[in-house]
């Protein structure tokens, strides 16, 4: 029986789909920390060349005032709101802009009012010290009152699904490092590449042109329905996608076709130069192992081998992405595996 997903026709539709994934995903964010404390990971090439040292280091110093707020969410949020105070629209360096936003982090001075920190500046909304650190108790305070879940409290720092899925892009490109050792093959990242799946699996489905899909978007692989699912790459978790039913069909939409899907952004060389990759995961028998925002390790189990969505048969739809986690972007994932799971270029 065939094993196919995602086809070329659907494309379009399934583009269309991504924000709606987007949002569906983002509220599955559980708060999970990465080990270490929320002042503590160190920034990714892109962040030391994208965030001026003395923001960066407010960011850092805000995360270890409070309890569950990373510095690389704190830092999305100050790329987001103004280019880190290197923009000069209104309300930025005074004032206030005309919904009454002022500062680096845009705050309301009702909003500031309550969470006016002094971290150096003496509770100045203009200085990114005080200002990234009243962002960090907000942020608190919204993640208490949502259970710990970073894309609520971030929802309820903007009310827009947009912003959410922004600052959690934002937040993975500052954190995600380069890969380092490890891995499910014993490999020392996505140039050596791993396994993904605990076993041998079998190639169902190349990439590119195939005889069933016109392109296929990523490698089919196969295993016996349950095969624990493997990351290749370390990274950090940006989608997080469930409650599809563990068989989907032919033209199932759910999870946009991806069925209960992963997806894990990381930054490194591969190829041409440095960029973003999104590492996907479809197809899964439930909910993925892992919420937005958990960092991964090569060879940690992201979820188990399924049907779900537009599958015909349980096989992982093993998918990368450049620089943006849509299926438009996508590249040969062949050097995210081992040489001898690998499929022909052409
Ligand atoms: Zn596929």
Known sequence: MKKGCLAGLLMLAVVAAVPLILVA?????AGSKPAGGPGSGEPSALALADIPPEALAAYRHAATTVKDV??????????????????NLPGVHSGANSAGAMGPMQFLASTWA?????????????????AACGTAAYLQA???EHGGDMARALFGYNHAAWYVADILRIAASYYVQNLTGGGAGGGAGAAAGGNPMACKPSITQGYG???????????????AEGTPLLSVVEGMVVQSTGGCPP???????CGGGYGNHLVIGLQTDVGAGTHKYFVLYGHMDERPALDVGAQVKAGQIVGLEGSSGWSSGPHLHFEVDQDVPITTHSINP?????????????
């Open 25 to 29: 995903s983002v509220f599955q964010f």
């Open 70 to 87: 990373p510095w690389w969410i704190i830092a999305a949020i100050g790329k987001e709101e103004s280019d880190h105070g290197r923009s």
């Open 114 to 130: 309550r969470y006016k920190r002094d971290c150096g500046g003496g509770g100045n909304v203009y200085d990114i010290r005080d």
């Open 142 to 144: 919204l993640l208490d």
């Open 209 to 223: 042109y195939t005889p069933y899909e016109h392109p296929h978007h990523g490698i089919d692989y196969s295993c």
């Open 247 to 253: 068989h989907g069909a032919w033209l199932d939409g």
């Open 334 to 346: 062949s050097p995210f595996v081992e040489a001898d799971l690998r499929v022909p270029t052409t």
